[in-house]
């Protein structure tokens, strides 16, 4: 088998901006795996916030065995990151090819169908996020960004400008106990559903007993299964990227354990191409929570898009992955 790594940039619609700051670009791997004239692949975007750059993710990628390699002895060979999920997503890819079954049908799941996705609108000064609700309030889902201590003038503008969107709202581990607190009595009335992250990973005990007039979803504070015995009493809900889980195969897994464990389900991504939505829409579905957004905030993509419509977000065609 043959593993090859090549750095992509996907310009972006417009300036992205969240609490740890603003990007222009989506700066991603691609890996492609070539085995009997047979060519899987898949895309992860590593991300600063975990340790990773574009080169150290890549020589992780290189350092593997070009010899035997399968799903199951990656998990051993690489931690759970955005190094595996390339990895994983291009052996799940190249075996479809191989079989000629989608990997759907390979994990054993149902026929993937669309599911309404979030769209995310960048964080701004109060005015712009009205502008960016009002140009976006057709859909169903916006979900904001936010992690300031002067976010409540951003919701409220958002709410005006969108009046008749669900909301969700992304910390980014960016705010206080103080500042949640602050702001809890208010979101119900602003009809918000959920808010991601309120505090900063590692550092939400405070969160058991806090009053939750809407569910928390944990994100930075998940990764894998192994990270859910901590997140009880904290969180309603696990925000399963597989860029953190490492991949489709544990992504699948740890759903199903978090299901078990009484979570609720969200699938979000890192701003990537449709390649690196493609497999988490396997995961999305029946979610809670969709928010693949990732190519809507792109100004370029693959050859072969994911379908974004009034469903919501499709099944990748072939011709893209799986």
Not at 13 to 23: D, P
Not at 232 to 248: F, P, Q, R, S, V
Not at 269 to 281: D, F, K, N, Q, W
């Amino acid at each position: 088998m043959q593993i090859t790594v090549t750095s992509e940039t996907f310009r972006l619609a417009q300036v992205f901006t969240i609490s740890r700051g603003s990007r222009s670009t989506a700066e991603v791997l691609t890996v492609t795996l070539e085995q009997d004239g047979v060519r899987g692949w898949g895309e992860c975007v590593p991300y600063a916030r975990y340790g990773e750059t574009l080169d150290s993710v890549a020589d992780q990628i290189r350092a593997l065995p070009e010899g035997t390699l399968t799903r199951a002895s990656l998990q051993g060979l690489l931690p759970a990151g955005a190094a595996r999920n390339a990895v994983d997503c291009a052996l799940w890819d190249l075996q479809a090819k191989q079989e000629g079954k989608p990997v759907w049908q390979l994990a054993g799941l149902e026929a993937p169908k669309p599911e309404i996705t979030a769209y995310t609108l960048s964080l701004d000064t109060p005015e712009a996020m009205r502008a960016q609700a009002a140009q976006n309030s057709h859909r169903p889902l916006l979900k904001i960004k936010l992690g300031t201590p002067d976010d409540m003038p951003r919701l409220e503008a958002v709410r005006s400008g969108a009046p008749r969107a669900d909301i969700i709202l992304d910390a980014n581990e960016g705010w206080s106990v103080e500042v949640y607190a602050d702001l809890a009595p208010h979101l119900v009335r602003l009809g918000v559903k959920m808010v991601e992250q309120p505090l900063p990973a590692g550092d939400d005990e405070a969160l058991i007993g806090l009053d939750r007039p809407v569910p928390l979803c944990a994100d930075e504070a998940v990764h894998d299964r192994a990270s859910l015995p901590a997140l009880k009493g904290k969180y309603d809900m696990i925000n399963i990227k597989l860029d953190k889980t490492g991949g489709l195969t544990e992504a699948l897994a740890l759903r199903d354990e978090a299901r078990a464990m009484g979570f609720d389900i969200m699938v979000g991504c890192m701003v990537g191409s449709s390649l690196a939505m493609a497999p988490a829409v396997l995961v999305a579905q029946g979610a809670a929570v969709t928010d693949l957004d990732g190519p809507l905030l792109l100004a370029e993509d693959r050859d072969t898009p994911l379908c974004f419509d009034t469903s919501g977000v499709h099944p990748a065609a072939p011709a893209l992955w799986g």
